[in-house]
């Protein structure tokens, strides 16, 4: 998708300046080793003066190991972790310092012991895979929903053993909803530890079947994915789950899906067919987007995209994410540098400092 249409909707002048540091470009070839992709600036991103440690929360990976267990297939070769160089690399030039690295669940419909030994293999190496790089990588541990309470006792261990801060969920888990009573004891226990729920949509694949997301344009994906987020995040404010885990703290990607974009039509169902909607939530559903437990990150694509999501959730709610290494955006620190009405603060927030709050970076 071009971003050039977008172009004429940023801001000529934003307040805040950033600049590029040559800190790789001093070290001399030898001392660089013999990376193939070997870059030479790194973008350090400066708010009022101010050096900000930029993390993206949306950046994907796997573990090779994990997936041959059950043989799922490679998705794409930018995945890997064996080589970071290039990963690195396109991190300095877009400006990101620190990528918190989540996996995309395919484990979802796996037998119990079997997903026990995959999460665990996963888990292990995507600690491997932060601590050679401890700077740059931070990681959302694996968990086998489909098994609840086996997944409970897995994000404990993650996060009581091997150091994790946050877990990654799909939208859906085998076709059941995450607002299913079912998945109560990992909500209960995600709220318990205090850990960020990064939510990845894994597509609507109920429409595929009948072929309306088939045709151009990759609507699988294109609508798909937002769409799922958006069923999600909408069952799991009806169905009360965030008034019964009001702890619970959920990023969920490509801002939100369509949420936060006609929120206002879930506060009017109430009105609208009150004897539809029921037990009623605690708050209007367009509160659930502003009072901390729902986050979002960046993937809004223009100023004024991000600048609505903001304006229905709050500064304080997002988070900068890149797809990486999906090419759908390559500029999300100009984004954040470039939406209007935010203060210095609310920037350096969105461009790091919630998230290294909610994960625990210094
Ligand atoms: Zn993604």
Redesign the pocket.
Known sequence: MSLAGNLGATPAAPPIAFTNCAVMAMAPAAESGHQPHAHARRREVVVNGKRVKTIDV???CCVPRAMALINHPLEAPGLLMDDTSTRIAAMDAQGIDVEAL?I?PYWYKVERDVAAELIRVQNETLVEFCAANPDRFVAFATAALQHPELAAEQVEHAVKRLGFRGVGVGGSVAGEELANPRFHPFWAKCEELGVLVFM??LGTRELEGSGRLGGSGLLTNTIG?PLETTIALSHLIFEGTLDRFPGLKICA??GGGFLPSYANRSDAVIRTFPNRVGPLPKKQPTAYLKDGQLFFDT?VFTPEALRHLIAESGPGQIMI?T?YP?P?TSTEIDLVLGTPGLSDDQRVAILGGTAAKLLGIK
Do not use: T
Request: net charge negative.
């Open positions: 949306h950046a994907h989540s995309n990845h949509p994915n990607a490509h993937i994410g797809d999906f759908w």
